[in-house]
């Protein structure tokens, strides 16, 4: 079977070697001009480790990252944690996404990545499906995947009208820095008032990622580093935190990555016959429960396991479609708890509740 997945990120490169196992031919379509990743670090938790397993590369993707232990703190530094959950709900492995992104981009074969390739639409027929590229000949498939993000062009032909739309208010600032002398352990995740949260976590031996984010954000002024440290003072009372705001005082303006976040509306449907939305393309929301890229991760396991008999396409299509949109009516419930805990405490319940979920309700495949 040839598989065209679109989109060289963590779901589409996840997605492609995942399938090769089940003995797909996979053609990768990105449109970038090199396969490269956005953003700074990755939380992995053991859902998400146990594909890479799978894969063979779980002790390489470990090899890469700081495992966390997590705890949430108030803006004076108590840390703070909900009772009742085994320690593993706050575990996980942040890694750095380039890195990652190398070592899958190696794992699904560069030979198989097409790179300055975009994609404009699709055709779907009976026994295949065309995928239309921008400046070549239609290329032929019997599987078509969306893993192109949150402006995914897939799902625009798929859903039209299905254009990801802001989070208002919701931002998020965040670089990567050498280690320096801060706490190695970290001081993930800080609740401040006016509804910003921050900190810092080491993302590999020798560095550390800090980020800062906030809901209801209001107008922005100045410079992204000013805008950062603005809100970083709301996680910073008493002194307690005056490493991450040297952390961004210290960042150069070009390091900085802000983001207005972004969410992909409910759509009325994920797959057809031959075609089927993954990652973020499909349910891409904000990042605040730090787990996006482990269910995407999620998404390409289930994804294999109903396309490994090699029976008929559609039906495991529509039985990944089916699991999927069940799981994540729960994650939007509890994305939507979270986001509006009200404090450090009812923050670490409502995570802790989100986490203990996610893991003792993942899928076997």
């Given at each position: 079977?040839?598989?065209?997945?679109?989109?060289?990120?963590?779901?589409?490169?996840?997605?492609?070697?995942?399938?090769?196992?089940?003995?797909?031919?996979?053609?990768?379509?990105?449109?970038?001009?090199?396969?490269?990743?956005?953003?700074?670090?990755?939380?992995?938790?053991?859902?998400?480790?146990?594909?890479?397993?799978?894969?063979?590369?779980?002790?390489?993707?470990?090899?890469?990252?700081?495992?966390?232990?997590?705890?949430?703190?108030?803006?004076?530094?108590?840390?703070?944690?909900?009772?009742?959950?085994?320690?593993?709900?706050?575990?996980?492995?942040?890694?750095?996404?380039?890195?990652?992104?190398?070592?899958?981009?190696?794992?699904?074969?560069?030979?198989?990545?097409?790179?300055?390739?975009?994609?404009?639409?699709?055709?779907?027929?009976?026994?295949?499906?065309?995928?239309?590229?921008?400046?070549?000949?239609?290329?032929?498939?019997?599987?078509?995947?969306?893993?192109?993000?949150?402006?995914?062009d897939v799902r625009a032909a798929l859903v039209p009208g299905s254009a990801a739309v802001e989070h208002a208010g919701n931002y998020a600032w965040r670089a990567v820095l050498p280690a320096g002398d801060e706490r190695p352990?970290?001081?993930?995740?800080?609740?401040?008032?006016?509804?910003?949260?921050?900190?810092?976590?080491?993302?590999?031996?020798?560095?550390?990622?800090?980020?800062?984010?906030?809901?209801?954000?209001?107008?922005?002024?100045?410079?992204?580093?000013?805008?950062?440290?603005?809100?970083?003072?709301?996680?910073?009372?008493?002194?307690?935190?005056?490493?991450?705001?040297?952390?961004?005082?210290?960042?150069?303006?070009?390091?900085?990555?802000?983001?207005?976040?972004?969410?992909?509306?409910?759509?009325?449907?994920?797959?057809?016959?031959?075609?089927?939305?993954?990652?973020?393309?499909?349910?891409?929301?904000?990042?605040?429960?730090?787990?996006?890229?482990?269910?995407?991760?999620?998404?390409?396991?289930?994804?294999?396991?109903?396309?490994?008999?090699?029976?008929?396409?559609?039906?495991?299509?529509?039985?990944?479609?089916?699991?999927?949109?069940?799981?994540?009516?729960?994650?939007?419930?509890?994305?939507?708890?979270?986001?509006?805990?009200?404090?450090?405490?009812?923050?670490?319940?409502?995570?802790?509740?989100?986490?203990?979920?996610?893991?003792?309700?993942?899928?076997?495949?």
């Amino acid at each position: 079977m040839h598989t065209v997945i679109v989109g060289a990120g963590l779901v589409g490169l996840t997605t492609a070697a995942s399938l090769r196992l089940i003995g797909h031919e996979v053609t990768v379509l990105e449109h970038a001009p090199e396969v490269r990743a956005a953003g700074a670090g990755i939380g992995l938790w053991p859902n998400a480790l146990r594909e890479f397993d799978t894969l063979g590369i779980g002790d390489d993707v470990r090899g890469l990252g700081e495992p966390v232990d997590a705890w949430f703190y108030d803006p004076t530094g108590r840390p703070i944690r909900a009772s009742g959950y085994d320690a593993s709900t706050y575990q996980f492995l942040m890694v750095p996404r380039p890195e990652l992104t190398n070592l899958l981009a190696d794992t699904a074969g560069r030979d198989r990545i097409r790179l300055g390739t975009h994609v404009t639409g699709f055709t779907e027929h009976d026994t295949h499906v065309e995928v239309h590229l921008a400046d070549a000949a239609p290329l032929r498939a019997d599987l078509l995947i969306g893993a192109d993000g949150v402006y995914s062009d897939v799902r625009a032909a798929l859903v039209p009208g299905s254009a990801a739309v802001e989070h208002a208010g919701n931002y998020a600032w965040r670089a990567v820095l050498p280690a320096g002398d801060e706490r190695p352990e970290g001081t993930m995740v800080t609740i401040g008032p006016a509804r910003t949260r921050g900190g810092y976590t080491r993302v590999a031996h020798d560095r550390t990622m800090w980020w800062v984010g906030q809901f209801d954000a209001g107008e922005l002024v100045g410079s992204k580093r000013e805008r950062a440290l603005l809100r970083a003072r709301d996680v910073a009372a008493s002194g307690w935190h005056d490493e991450l705001l040297e952390m961004i005082a210290a960042t150069p303006e070009e390091s900085i990555l802000e983001n207005q976040i972004m969410r992909v509306p409910e759509l009325s449907r994920w797959t057809t016959d031959r075609v089927a939305l993954i990652g973020d393309a499909a349910h891409g929301l904000s990042p605040h429960i730090a787990a996006g890229g482990t269910l995407g991760i999620e998404d390409a396991a289930v994804l294999r396991a109903e396309l490994a008999d090699g029976s008929d396409v559609a039906k495991a299509l529509a039985r990944y479609e089916s699991a999927r949109r069940a799981r994540f009516e729960k994650v939007h419930e509890h994305s939507a708890a979270v986001e509006n805990a009200n404090g450090a405490a009812e923050s670490a319940e409502r995570y802790a509740a989100f986490s203990h979920w996610m893991l003792t309700t993942a899928p076997a495949t």
